[in-house]
């Protein structure tokens, strides 16, 4: 026995989508698109920086460098990897530019020199952080304040193996807190990439784009290196440590330059004082 059909009505579709059948329909359909509606715009992609400490695996590598382009984002930075064909990751799917064009650093500081906000990823699971701690939804207002006033932002993943280390983290002027269940804390290097900038791209549309003349720029972390290596210099001058305890207080005055958050006058004019200092010191019963 054969199922009869009735010819459709070809006002049927129309009559289902009217304006007083489901008028929130009809609203839905007349509003404007939203894929793509929150990527950065043009004038602070280059000011975003994600950089990969001691990666392992190529494939990782190249799943973060697609998920930067999904973003529109295009500036990594990969620093000591362990495999020297990373560049060639079959799984930068739509993005072997951005892996050609990465930059490779020997070391962390190296990396973030030119940032003026550099932001730790990783879970408190095996830690116990020297810094500021956030949640990353907490991440977004911060960034985006950064990149209106001109600074320029590291976004920090770490090895597959053990994540940033107490050292990667002293260049650290923030550690954001992935959510993740206690029993899995650890996550994919390519999926935490992933994570963080759709979080931080999501809030782009309510961000601040035009600069903010009322706050003075932030000093780049290659230049709090250089006044931290010339207060340590003056701290020795006048014996004020073993040598033992000379890299402890290496460690912690990276720390303390970077919880004060000094700006790039003010740390000019400390730099010039401790110079001043030093000189002094060096050249005392000549």
């Known amino acids: 026995m054969r199922t009869y059909f009735p010819p459709c009505n070809p006002n049927f579709a129309r ?21 793509n509606r929150f990527v950065l715009p043009e004038s602070q ?76 990823t990783g879970t408190l699971t095996w830690r116990n952080p020297e810094q500021p701690v956030i949640q990353l939804p907490e991440l977004a207002p911060l960034v985006s304040q950064e990149l209106a006033r001109g600074g320029r932002v590291a976004l920090v993943f770490g090895s597959e193996k053990h994540g940033l280390t107490r050292e990667d983290l002293s260049y650290c002027h923030l550690l954001v807190e992935i959510p993740t269940d206690p029993l899995q804390p650890s996550m994919n290097l390519g999926q935490a990439v992933a994570v963080c900038l759709y979080e931080l791209i999501r809030s782009a549309e309510s961000a601040p784009t035009t600069p903010v003349p009322s706050v003075t720029s932030s000093a780049p972390s290659g230049r709090l290196d250089l006044l931290a290596g010339v207060i340590e210099e003056a701290m020795q001058a006048v014996g004020y440590s073993p040598r033992a305890m000379q890299p402890a207080n290496r460690h912690d005055l990276r720390l303390l330059l970077r919880r004060l958050s000094l700006s790039a006058h ?14 002094r010191l060096n050249h005392l019963g000549r």
């Not at 740390?267 to 110079?275: C, D, E, P, S, Y």
């Open 45 to 120: 992609r280059n000011l975003l920086d994600v950089v990969l400490v001691s990666p392992r695996n190529p494939l990782n590598i190249g799943a973060a460098a697609r998920a930067m382009a999904n973003f529109g984002l295009h500036r990594l930075s990969v620093v000591a990897p362990f495999d020297p064909t990373w560049r060639e990751a079959r799984s930068a799917i739509g993005a072997p530019d951005l892996l050609l064009n990465a930059v490779e650093s020997a070391t962390f500081a190296e990396a973030v020199a030119s940032c003026t906000l550099v932001v730790g």
């Open 15 to 35: 009559m289902c989508i009217s304006n007083d059948t489901l008028p929130g329909l009809s609203a839905l359909a007349k509003s404007p698109p939203y894929y």
């Open 266 to 279: 003010d740390t000019r004019r400390i730099l010039g004082l401790f110079r001043r200092i030093l000189w």
